[in-house]
C-alpha cells in the first residue's frame, strides 16, 4: 500500500525559504511508469486547496504559474523521496502543505491526486 | 478567484439528495480533460471521491456519482447522511495554465 508522509520544519521566517520533503513508502518513485507523477498541495488555514506543482516519472516538471518564479520540485530517487522549496516566503505562504501521487496521461496532462500525506502545517512569521 | 467555480455552500435533508456543481472554461473541462471530485471531512486529509469524471475508487459508496457536459461537471449525492458533512472540491486540468486547477471548494451541511 503505498504511503506518503511530509517532513520539515514548521516555522519559516519571512523572506527565507521553505523545504519541504515527501518520503514515499511500499512503492517506488522512480518507476517507468509514465502515467504517474509526485505533486505538491497546499490549503492556507481556512481556505480551499491550491496545486503548487508536480513532477512526471519522465521527468516533466510543471508549477502553478502563480509561483512559478519560487518554486522548485525535484525528485531523489536514492531516498525514494520528492521535495518542495518555495523561496521569499511571506505571511501568505502560511498553510498545511500536502505531498500526493498524481495520474499522468499520455498527452502529459496532470490528473487525479491520490494517495495524499497526512500533510504537514508551515507558518511564515515575521 | 479559482479557475474552477464551485457553489460556496449547499445543503440538504438526511435521505435527500443535493448536487453541487464545477463550472469551467474551454481551457480546462470544456477542452476535454476530465473532473475529479475530493471529499474533506473536517480536520482531515483530502480523499478521491470521483476521478475520471464519473468514477468511484475502491470503497466509495455508490450514492455518490458524478457527471460531465460541456464546460461543467457535477457531483451528486444521494441518501444525505450525517457523516457526508465536509468540504468537496473539483480539480481538473488547464491547458492555458499548463498544470492542475482546483474549485474553490463547496460546502456541505446536512440539516
Known amino acids: 500500500q503505498l504511503q506518503l508522509q511530509e517532513s520539515g520544519p514548521g516555522l519559516v521566517k519571512s523572506s527565507e525559504t521553505l523545504s519541504l520533503t515527501c518520503t514515499v513508502s511500499?512503492?517506488?518513485?522512480?518507476?517507468?511508469?509514465?502515467?504517474?507523477?509526485w505533486g505538491w498541495i497546499r490549503q492556507p488555514p481556512g481556505k480551499g486547496l491550491e496545486w503548487i506543482g508536480s513532477?512526471?516519472?519522465?521527468?516533466?516538471?510543471s508549477y502553478n504559474p502563480s509561483l512559478k518564479s519560487r518554486v522548485t520540485i525535484s525528485v531523489d530517487t536514492s531516498k525514494n523521496q520528492f521535495s518542495l522549496m518555495l523561496n521569499s516566503v511571506t505571511a501568505a505562504d502560511t498553510a498545511v502543505y500536502y505531498c500526493?501521487?498524481?495520474?499522468?496521461?499520455?498527452?502529459?496532462?496532470?490528473?487525479?491526486?491520490?494517495?495524499w500525506g497526512q500533510g504537514t502545517v508551515v507558518t511564515v512569521s515575521s | 478567484q479559482s479557475v474552477l467555480t464551485q457553489p460556496p455552500s449547499v445543503s440538504g435533508a438526511p435521505g435527500q439528495r443535493v448536487i453541487i456543481s464545477c463550472t469551467g472554461s474551454?481551457?480546462?473541462?470544456?477542452?476535454?480533460?476530465?473532473v475529479h471530485w475530493y471529499q474533506q471531512l473536517p480536520g482531515t486529509v483530502p480523499k478521491l471521491l470521483i476521478y475520471?469524471?464519473?468514477n468511484r475508487p475502491s470503497g466509495v459508496p455508490d450514492r455518490f456519482s458524478g457527471s460531465k457536459s460541456g464546460s461543467s461537471a457535477s457531483l451528486a449525492i444521494s441518501g444525505l447522511q450525517a457523516d457526508d458533512e465536509a468540504d468537496y472540491y473539483c480539480?481538473?486540468?488547464?491547458?492555458?495554465?499548463?498544470?492542475?486547477?482546483f474549485g474553490g471548494g463547496t460546502k456541505l451541511t446536512v440539516l
Open positions: 500526493a501521487r498524481q495520474s499522468v496521461y499520455s498527452s502529459g496532462s496532470l490528473n487525479w491526486l491520490d494517495p
Open positions: 511500499g512503492g517506488s518513485i522512480s518507476s517507468s511508469d509514465y502515467y504517474w507523477g
Open positions: 513532477v512526471s516519472n519522465s521527468g516533466r516538471i
Open positions: 474551454r481551457s480546462n473541462i470544456g477542452a476535454g480533460y476530465d
Open positions: 475520471d469524471n464519473i
Open positions: 480539480q481538473s486540468y488547464d491547458t492555458s495554465l499548463s498544470g492542475s486547477v
